[in-house]
């Protein structure tokens, strides 16, 4: 919507960038190939120019550069240049754009603190740092302006989320920001079934394509969905047969240790729990739970008796110490303590459900080892990430993906 066939609206912040979505009701956007003055070709009528020789010479470069990707519920996004500054909500998107080679571009996060650094860390001769990385959000709430001040070339989000988290926000703030500063691009693929997300959800690596393309880095895309090939088919060549798998149980790191309040999950489709559908978990919770979620006391817990207990978001929201305190708690738990996951020493410290390709590609790995020791390697904690032997994927090749070796 940069623009319309009136020709009067001013030049945006960002000229060389064209949206070509629509807000309708509700606060959802439609899927469409171009704005109304965009005479079918997916030409933009900013006022670029004030000149004749100015408007040719701003219409061939347009023919020799520009290209465009499309994602609901956006539509078809035009690019006149690859993005040099970007924006995401958290992990998924944000680690999409840090695989691509992108991470000293990235300008602002929901919360830059909850990003799982400890996996970059893993990558030999990669360095990845939030410190200067915006918040986008304050007290909890999205901040209209802080985009302006950003001005990003492209915010990786899926407008309709925002919505969803922030009762002040609504389809003319979407607007604003597409059309005053510039698109969004995102899907949210945490989990499926939510309401109203009525539109399609994409898998982790259709979005990633998506983005990549955004990006124009098709290469670095197929070169670590190469890798996300390789995992599978050596999943799937180790994997022990569903009988001998044992049953694991989700359990939020972020539930009440202290009032023995649980917050417990199925093993969902969607982006969120990749690694354990793709590791075929049996889900200790899945014929318990009606719904999202459950809220279990120890009684609950232990009337289900997971073989291994998995707590979720444990290596992106606690240090090692947090979690080990808090497991500290379960075991000294008069009813906790007779968890078999307990007297087994099976408490895991889990995976954000806001995961990207290097994040998944960790947290596959991670799960694997929690879950199936003799035929993946044992897990001995968060330093087996940084091993170098028995690994499920090559760091080293990772890294110069990253880093733009390929």
């Known amino acids: 919507m940069r623009g319309d066939s009136s020709g009067e609206e001013p030049p945006t912040r960002r000229e060389y960038m064209k ?9 959802l956007l439609a899927g469409c190939t ?3 003055g965009s005479g079918g070709d997916g030409e933009s009528t900013d006022a670029r120019a004030t000149t004749p020789e100015a408007t040719v010479a701003a219409t061939e470069t347009d023919a020799d550069t520009s290209y465009s990707v499309t994602m609901e ?6 690019f006149d240049a690859p993005p040099e500054r970007w924006v995401s909500y958290l992990s998924t998107y944000g680690d999409m ?4 080679g992108k991470a000293d571009s990235l300008q602002g996060l929901w919360d830059p603190d909850g990003m ?8 030999p001769g990669v360095d990845i740092s939030f410190e200067d990385v915006s918040p986008i959000s304050g007290d909890g709430e999205f901040d209209k302006e802080i985009f302006y001040e950003l001005d990003a070339d492209v915010h990786l989000l899926d407008p309709n989320w925002i919505g969803v988290l922030a009762d002040d926000w609504d389809e003319d703030d979407t607007e604003e920001i597409a059309t005053g500063v510039d698109p969004f691009l995102g899907n949210y693929i945490r989990r499926r079934g939510d309401d ?3 539109y399609p959800y994409y898998s982790l690596y259709e979005a990633f394509e998506i983005v990549a393309d955004a990006f124009d880095e098709r290469e670095r895309y197929e070169a670590l969905a190469s890798v996300h090939d390789d995992v599978q088919a050596t999943i799937e060549e180790r994997l022990p047969p569903a009988a001998e798998r044992p049953t694991v149980g989700l359990v939020s790191v972020n539930s009440q240790f202290e009032n023995a309040t649980f917050y417990v999950y199925p093993v969902q489709a969607g982006n969120n729990h990749k690694q354990y559908r793709d590791l075929g978990m049996r889900g200790a919770f899945d014929d318990h739970i009606e719904g999202g979620y459950g809220q279990f006391d120890y009684e609950q817990l232990l009337d289900v008796d997971p073989d291994a207990i998995v707590f979720q978001y444990g290596f992106s929201h606690v240090s090692t110490e947090e979690f080990e305190s808090r497991m500290e708690t379960m075991r000294a738990d008069p009813v ?3 968890l078999s996951a307990v007297q087994n020493d099976r408490l895991y410290r889990g995976g954000t459900a806001y995961q990207g390709p290097i994040v998944n590609l960790f947290q596959t790995e991670a799960a694997a080892r929690q879950f199936y020791p003799e035929a993946f390697g044992e897990w001995n904690g968060i330093e087996t990430l940084r091993e170098e032997s028995l690994t499920l994927f090559d760091r080293q090749r990772v890294a110069d993906v990253i880093g733009g070796d390929f």
């Open 196 to 198: 109203w997300h009525d």
């Open 73 to 78: 519920p956006m539509g078809t996004v035009e």
């Open 97 to 100: 754009g840090i695989a691509l």
């Open 336 to 338: 906790g303590s007779q």
């Open 34 to 36: 171009g704005d109304s």
């Open 19 to 27: 949206y070509g979505g629509a807000v309708i009701g509700g606060g």
């Open 116 to 123: 799982p650094d400890v996996f970059y860390d893993a990558l």
